[in-house]
């Protein structure tokens, strides 16, 4: 079976004040918006941001208030772009978890959490290239 994802749908709880995190934040633009759920066309993947309501609905589960132990991520492809982004979306609307720091592996890295509590870690690691489609390869 192929290796893919095609879309990654996070819970959310105010559609208004999760657009400004991802478009005024990452700068990202919506490829479909109806209020309820927005859409990110990312490369090789749709993001979507769905009202939590509608999305336990649609999956027949609860409502979780909650972003579990799960953790997106958006590198860089320069190390002093990872303060800057984090600063960002926090002016966004999202919250600092974690400041920018150099970790044991190389590079560096912090964490962001969005309107709703989903982490989003911003990092620059040199053993994963960025292609100029914005494709991340694995330690190569």
Known sequence: MQQQMSVVTLGIDD??????FYVEGFD??????????????MNGFVLGTWLRTALAKD???PVANTSGDIA?????????AV???MNRLAAAGGTILR????PP???????????DGHAWEIAFNPAWPISPEGYVTFGV
């Open 105 to 115: 592996h190389g590079g560096i890295n912090g964490y962001v959490a969005d309107p």
């Open 28 to 41: 990202w633009t919506p490829a479909f918006d109806n209020g309820e759920v927005v859409f990110y066309q």
């Open 83 to 85: 303060a800057p982004l």
């Open 59 to 61: 999956s027949a589960r």
């Open 15 to 20: 559609v208004a004040r999760s657009k400004r």
């Open 72 to 80: 997106l991520a958006h590198n860089v492809s320069e190390s002093d």
């Open 99 to 102: 400041a920018a720091e150099a």
